[in-house]
């Protein structure tokens, strides 16, 4: 591995994408997005980790990169627009096995990381604390504008709520143009991607250091977490009223509030020291996702697909054409009989992440190696 890459970032990385997995296991497996049972429930909230992870230290790497390469600028702004146009054309591909763009396009987090890398092409030219500041209060303050920002975006008579849909509420206002499926709105995931670069340069800090630090933060991050959430009055508009332990977990994804960006940013940054130490096949392992998390992410979506049709068939004794609908976020409910089972979800992850292995040791070793200029984008 190249003494100018930060293993802990691998390894933390690796392991959010193959978490990632499970909840993409879920969408073609039936079983919903969490639910009364704990084992429901977690199967999802342990996938909450992922996207934020993915944003925050894509901002990180793209600070490390800038110490290494004159043309920051340029390349988040290119690789921003090659992310934006992958996710509404193959990507929404592999995610639905049909052609039917005419009514469903999807704007998931490549699609945001995208347009939020774009978005740091400018930003960079701003001193790292002025990044770092703005960052942090998107994080903070987004929740205060939220009705608002939503209001705007579901007025019908508006011609620019669309806008606002793109900007801040996503699918909550309904779909873009009819079609236009908004899952990962701009604001708050700029902010997140901002603060990611501030954080690089605690990165940059000696180990020791280093691990203090991000100790102090993530631990702080997840503190703070959780006296918001005892006292009921800012940062997530379902206060989780006192149910129990699984509604004060379930913080408000869509748009990101700032109680879910502190219960996962939180522990993600406190983990890093422990990404460190850690030694072994596992921790190798994950290093090679985490070191080529795209070329995973374009793989690993057609190959559960692709898996999932064949435990249709084993099941069903036939391939259901459920599974070509418009997942991840326009499929009918699953049809009677078809649901997995969590045993039979998780068999399927550790498959899929079994065979992603080689192939994306592989091109981690081509990345390594190579020179030519589009193996940075891929």
């Not at 993409?24 to 969490?34: E, K, L, M, Q, T």
């Not at 490390?64 to 004159?70: I, K, N, T, V």
Request: charged letters at 10%; glycine letters at 10%.
């Amino acid at each position: 591995m190249s003494e100018r890459r930060l293993p802990a970032i691998d390894v933390v990385r690796g392991a959010v994408m193959v978490l990632m997995a499970i909840d993409h296991v879920r969408v073609y497996s039936g079983v919903p997005a969490g639910g009364p049972s704990p084992a429901v429930f977690f199967t999802r909230w342990i996938t909450h980790f992922c996207a934020p992870a993915f944003v925050f230290l894509a901002g990180t790497s793209a600070f490390l990169y800038g110490r290494r390469h004159d043309d920051l600028p340029r390349f988040l702004l290119v690789r921003g627009a090659w992310l934006v146009l992958l996710e509404l054309t193959v990507l929404r591909f592999f995610w639905t096995f049909n052609f039917d763009y005419a009514h469903y396009m999807l704007a998931g987090v490549i699609w945001v990381i995208g347009w939020c890398m774009i978005l740091m092409a400018g930003l960079t030219n701003l001193p790292i604390r002025a990044v770092g500041i703005f960052g942090v209060l998107v994080i903070a303050l987004h929740n205060a504008a939220g009705p608002f920002l939503v209001g705007l975006a579901g007025n019908q008579e508006s011609a620019t709520a669309w806008i606002w849909k793109i900007l801040y509420a996503g699918f909550l206002a309904g779909p873009v143009g009819g079609r236009l499926m908004v899952l990962y709105s701009i604001v708050p995931w700029i902010g997140v991607m901002a603060a990611g670069y501030a954080f690089g340069p605690v990165m940059a800090l000696e180990p020791a250091k280093r691990r203090r630090v991000c100790l102090q933060l993530g631990l702080g991050a997840t503190a703070l977490f959780a006296v918001l959430r005892a006292l009921d009055v800012y940062g997530d508009p379902r206060p989780w009223g006192r149910a129990g332990l699984l509604a004060f977990l379930n913080t408000t994804k869509y748009p990101a509030s700032l109680s879910f960006l502190l219960m996962t940013l939180g522990p993600t940054i406190a983990a890093i020291p422990l990404a460190e130490r850690a030694r072994g096949a596992l921790a190798r392992g994950l290093a090679v996702f985490g070191r080529v998390p795209f070329f995973f992410y374009l793989l690993h979506i057609p190959l559960i697909h692709l898996l999932a049709l064949v435990v249709s068939a084993i099941r069903l004794g036939a391939v259901s054409p459920w599974l070509f609908e418009n997942h991840p976020m326009g499929q009918p409910p699953p049809p009677e009989g078809y649901t997995w089972s969590l045993p039979t979800l998780y068999l399927v992850w550790a498959i899929a992440v079994a065979i992603l292995y080689v192939p994306c040791r592989r091109f981690a070793e081509l990345k390594e190696r190579g020179t030519a200029p589009w193996l940075r984008y891929v």
